[in-house]
Each structure stands twice: as structure tokens, then as C-alpha cells.
């Protein structure tokens, strides 16, 4: 694992530490992040922003409760890795983070790291 990935995989022990579960939705709550969901998305699978300083997540409401713990756990790690930057950033099939590309790298770490973890 290499510098970046690891100072990722610390980041999430230490959210999961913090809040004593790898589940994204308590994480999430425990947070004061809201959810809502998009009833009629079509390709957005998810979706981060804050709105005058409440911080958000949307969610498509027509993926699988596995899929849809990976975007959240996804759209967590903007929120985590750089919520200063984010005004909205899109999740979208096969074209993640196509408003920050570099970021990206980071986020499909974190994202599969909170999977992996949430899968033990």
C-alpha cells in the first residue's frame, strides 16, 4: 500500500473509531449530514454538496441497499477527504468525480476501504 492509501486507510479507521460502526448511513447521521433521495434518477448514483453550511448527500433511491452503501460511503469520502472544495461533486456511472479528477484516486480509495470494512 503506498503513502497515499495508507494515510487513507487511517483517515477511515479513525472515523470508524470515532463513531463506532463502518456503517455509512450512522456514520452519516451522526455527522448531522443529511440524506435525501432522487426518486427519478437515471444516471446519478449520488451526490455531495453543502448548502449554506449544511452538508448534504442525495442519493438514488432505485439502487440496491449494498450499492447504495458504497455511494454513500463514496460521496462520505468528499466530505472527509475535501469538503472545503466541494460545492457539488457527482458520483456518475463509469465517470466518477469528473469535477475534480484528481481527488479521484483518493475517493475510490476511501470508498472501497469503507466496502471493504463494511463487508468484515
Not at 94 to 115: A, D, G, R, T, V
Amino acid at each position: 500500500m503506498n503513502s497515499n492509501n495508507s494515510s487513507i486507510y487511517e483517515q477511515v479507521r479513525k472515523i470508524v473509531r470515532k463513531f463506532d460502526t463502518n456503517d455509512p448511513f450512522k456514520i452519516a447521521k451522526e455527522s448531522n449530514i443529511k440524506i435525501k433521495y432522487l426518486d427519478n434518477a437515471t444516471d446519478l448514483l449520488g451526490m455531495y454538496t453543502v448548502i449554506q453550511r449544511n452538508r448534504f448527500i442525495f442519493l438514488n433511491s432505485n439502487m440496491e441497499e449494498y450499492m447504495m452503501k458504497m455511494v454513500l460511503a463514496h460521496e462520505l469520502g468528499h466530505d472527509a477527504l475535501h469538503r472545503h472544495l466541494t460545492k457539488i461533486v457527482l458520483f456518475m456511472n463509469m465517470n466518477c468525480s469528473i469535477l475534480l479528477p484528481n481527488l479521484n484516486m483518493k475517493l475510490i480509495s476511501l470508498q472501497l476501504i469503507f466496502y471493504w470494512m463494511m463487508m468484515k
